[in-house]
């Protein structure tokens, strides 16, 4: 395997950062991510980023809005995983996008595949492998007859409107089980 375009981050200090600071070198890291794939298609326009993703997705291209969009929670996590494998995988999507034609690319497909061995020198993978209990959380239970269910916000108003849920393994209506 080639060797990582874009320097390893430091660890050590990267553990210490927080807030504003923390952020500062995540914008720094999709601007060197930037400026090298700015060097194969010097017209890529810059991205915004904004830190407002939530769930289990790690980060997305938002080519409506112009920019990256990052988890805050899995990016506190996942520090170094971030700033190695998350924002390269983003910016690969932004690049492939404004190329020529390239908003008919699959998102995973040969030419982001391509970017992400030839540019960033790194295997390219679909899906991160991030723990998400915290940055997907399912604060309203409900159980049934063998377990208990996690629900989200919108499962749970869609449940209080009347849509009935059943387990999966034991087949039974999930009932909430309150506050």
Request: charged share 25%; proline share 7%; aromatic share 8%.
């Amino acid at each position: 395997m080639t060797r990582p375009a874009l320097p390893t981050p430091d660890l050590d200090r990267l553990a210490t950062l927080e807030g504003e600071a923390l952020l500062a070198a995540l914008y720094a890291r999709v601007e060197s991510a930037w400026r090298l794939c700015r060097e194969v298609h010097p017209g890529l326009p810059r991205p915004q980023v904004w830190c407002d993703l939530r769930g289990k997705c790690a980060g997305q291209a938002h080519f409506g809005r112009g920019g990256l969009r990052f988890n805050p929670v899995l990016f506190a996590e996942n520090r170094r995983e971030f700033m190695v494998e998350v924002v390269p995988h983003e910016m690969a999507h932004w690049l492939v996008h404004h190329l020529e034609d390239g908003c008919r690319a699959r998102p995973h497909g040969r030419e982001w595949q391509t970017v992400m061995r030839g540019l960033f020198g790194l295997t390219p993978r679909t899906t991160h492998r991030f723990d998400t209990g915290r940055s997907s959380p399912a604060p309203h239970r409900y159980a049934c007859d063998c377990r208990e269910h996690g629900f989200s916000t919108r499962r749970h108003a869609l449940a209080r409107q009347g849509q009935r849920y059943r387990c999966r393994h034991c087949a039974q209506t999930l009932v909430y089980l309150g506050v």
